[in-house]
Each structure stands twice: as C-alpha cells, then as structure tokens.
C-alpha cells in the first residue's frame, strides 16, 4: 500500500524559508507526477505546485510563482518544495499527493481529482 509522507513544516517568521520534501513507503514517485496542496485554517484546499516528470511540466499558481519551487532528487523518489520569501498568507497544512488516475499537474493547472494518494500534511506557519 503507497503511504505518501511529507515532512519539512515549521514555524519560520515572514522573508525566511522552508523545504518541504515528500516521499513514499510502499511505493514510488519517480514515474508519477506530484502535486504539492495546502489548506488554510477556514479556507478550502489549493492547488500550491505541480511536477510532472514525463512531460517535463512544473506548474505553480499565482500566490507563489518566483517564490516557491518544486523539483526532484536524481532518483526521482523525493520531491521538494522550496519555499522563499515566506509570508504570513503561506500559513497552512501542505500535503503532497500523487497522481495517479491522470497526468495531475498540466501546465496551466492542478487536478486534484487526479490524485489518488495524499499525505496527512504538515503545517507551516508564518509569523512574526
């Protein structure tokens, strides 16, 4: 059974950074594309940034376009998140999911419905 995992999260004041990684147990990453999601305390889900290794495909959505990126270890088996320039709206439970029934991660948008296995989250808070 693929367990994905997340890990990384903290607390960091506005302008530092994190790196949040994803990886699995019982499974793989390297031949799937993977998507990084966060949820804010009363707010829905969103799609945050996506890599799609066989299409050679990395998305980011607005809030965090030339502050976060998304790439993968050699082995394709890890994926980060980098996030720079962190504020205070970044604040919020990431999870990484992969997709599984679909590409997932295109290059204007996320699918979520296309992602079968989702991590449980870790939180990032941002504040002074």
């Known amino acids: 059974q693929v367990q994905v995992v997340e890990s990384g999260g903290g607390l960091v004041q506005p302008g530092n950074s994190l790196r949040l990684s994803c990886t699995t147990q019982?499974?793989?990453?390297?031949?799937?594309?993977v998507g990084w999601f966060r949820q804010a305390p009363g707010k829905e889900r969103e799609g945050v940034a996506c890599?799609?290794?066989?299409?050679?495909?990395?998305y980011y959505a607005d809030p965090v376009k030339d502050r976060f990126s998304v790439f993968r270890d050699d082995a394709g088996t890890t994926v980060y998140l980098q996030m720079n320039n962190l504020q205070p709206t970044d604040t919020g439970i990431y999870y990484c999911?992969?997709?599984?029934?679909?590409?997932?991660?295109?290059?204007?948008?996320?699918?979520?419905?296309?992602?079968?296995?989702w991590g449980r989250g870790t939180q990032v808070t941002v504040s002074s």
């Open positions: 019982g499974g793989s990453l390297r031949l799937y594309a």
């Open positions: 890599h799609n290794r066989a299409a050679r495909i990395t």
């Open positions: 999911a992969r997709a599984d029934s679909g590409w997932g991660c295109y290059p204007d948008k996320q699918r979520p419905s296309e992602y079968d296995h």
